[in-house]
């Protein structure tokens, strides 16, 4: 029986290496003017503040903000450079060729050869992108006062996500090239089974056995706030395994806070650092936006969506697999079900890079889904207080590209957020 879809069209290599110049050049110049265009409008606005935040946030947090948003987008252009130069070097370069064929030199089993050169691959990423995230730790995030890591805490991090990786991901990797191998013409499904599986699996334990390996969780002893909370969790209808604390300080002078887990296992979890600046009130109205998240079922529709999403990518890469032009046309010739899936999902950006702007449409709007129903169960003017503090305390610019910001920002800007919220209120905004 075979074990791929037929082709949906036939093509030559060098149609495939057509294509994939064409959507290099134009994901990764587009990429670049939306940086650049982004440095040059915060920039312009470093020394105007939008006038509804001109009383609350100061022309010293203002200008800041901006500085620290021109940081991180410089070096985000490293990071580009960066992905760019792996990109090409592992497709026409050669690189996943020569990759694998070490590898199968090494190895007889070609499940384990597979999987070696899956990881292999991943490692050389991690290795090219480190110096990256030593920079942004130790000198962008330093030179604004936000890191409290330190080099050794640094490298104990990065061994403990190795191993993690490696448990988590050379295990998952395994499976699928087992399950690509084993399962005929419908590998793709069972492939689909298991990743869906794994994924509500790693929610569940998340929290219980995986977010413990990095920082310390202790339940919330303030017991005045302790019973806001609860009041909070009883007019929503939430229940949770507990509310916890979490050392975010150790590594970072940001504030956030979320709920994880599943079924069972979900936890309400704040940041040291964010107990730290809000008020009570400001917390509650916090944490009533998080409920809002679950109680209008975001979290599920996200799950459903990405399931049903990489549905259509493995359909897509059974009708490719099986084609030796796509190999020869993006410079591999070791035709393997790990190099079919290692071109495919280094590649995939490149074409998919144009649907950002829907998938951070339909985050904004649940954003906003979950700011309406923090305003029903808690007080507007207190969230709006609390993002206030957060936008100055997490030096978030308040004048980003609006074209930029329609590509990558999952929450709405800060003016339209506020705007909205303020027509909830029925006071002043209070910070």
């Known amino acids: 029986m075979p074990d791929t879809i037929t082709p949906l069209f036939s093509a030559t290599p060098a149609t495939f290496t057509a294509l994939f110049l064409a959507a290099f050049i134009l994901t990764f110049g587009l990429r670049l003017w939306l940086a650049l265009r982004q440095m040059r409008h915060v920039w312009l606005h470093r020394d105007t503040p939008p006038a509804a935040f001109a009383e609350v946030i100061g022309i010293d947090a203002h200008r800041r903000a901006a500085d620290y948003t021109l940081a991180k987008t410089r070096l985000g252009l490293a990071g580009l450079a960066v992905e760019a130069m792996l990109l090409y070097a592992f497709t026409l370069g050669g690189g996943l060729q020569a990759l694998a064929e070490t590898v199968a030199r090494q190895v007889e089993s070609p499940l384990i050869a597979g999987a070696l050169t899956l990881l292999a691959l991943a490692f050389i990423h991690a290795l090219a992108e480190l110096p990256l995230a030593v920079w942004r730790q130790f000198r ?30 050379g295990s998952l990797i395994l499976l699928v090239l087992w399950l690509m191998a084993v399962m ?184 906003f889904e979950a700011d309406a129903f923090a305003a029903q169960h808690s007080q507007a003017a207190h969230l709006i207080g609390a993002l206030v503090r957060l936008y100055r305390d997490n030096a978030a610019t308040l004048t980003p590209d609006p074209i930029h910001s329609l590509f990558y920002d999952s929450h709405p800007k800060a003016s339209e957020r506020i705007a909205r919220l303020d027509t909830q209120a029925l006071h002043p905004v209070s910070v």
């Open 184 to 367: 005929g013409e419908l590998w793709w499904l069972w492939v689909w089974l298991a990743w869906m599986g794994f994924n509500l699996l790693v929610l569940a334990i998340w929290p219980i056995f995986i977010a413990p390996l990095f920082n310390t969780f202790t339940p919330l002893a303030d017991a005045a706030l302790n019973a806001r909370i609860e009041a909070l969790l009883a007019r929503t209808g939430f229940s949770s395994n507990g509310i916890y604390v979490m050392d975010g300080s150790r590594r970072s002078s940001h504030g956030n806070a979320y709920f994880t887990g599943l079924g069972q296992s979900k936890r309400i979890v704040f940041y040291d650092t964010l107990l730290e600046r809000l008020s009570p009130e400001q917390v509650e109205a916090v944490l009533a936006h998080e409920l809002g998240h679950y109680r209008r079922r975001h979290i599920a529709k996200r799950i459903g969506l990405m399931f049903g999403l990489s549905l259509i990518l493995l359909l897509a890469l059974a009708a490719l697999k099986g084609n030796p032009a796509f190999y020869a046309g993006l410079g591999v010739s070791h035709i393997s079900d790990a190099t079919a899936l290692a071109l495919f999902f280094m590649v995939l950006p490149l074409f998919t890079f144009p649907l950002t702007p829907l998938m951070s449409l339909y985050s904004r709007r649940h954003e």
């Open 140 to 169: 962008t995030e330093a030179r604004f006062g936000f890191n409290r890591q330190t080099p050794a805490g640094f490298a104990v991090d990065l061994v403990r996500q190795a191993g993690l990786g490696l448990v988590l991901g």
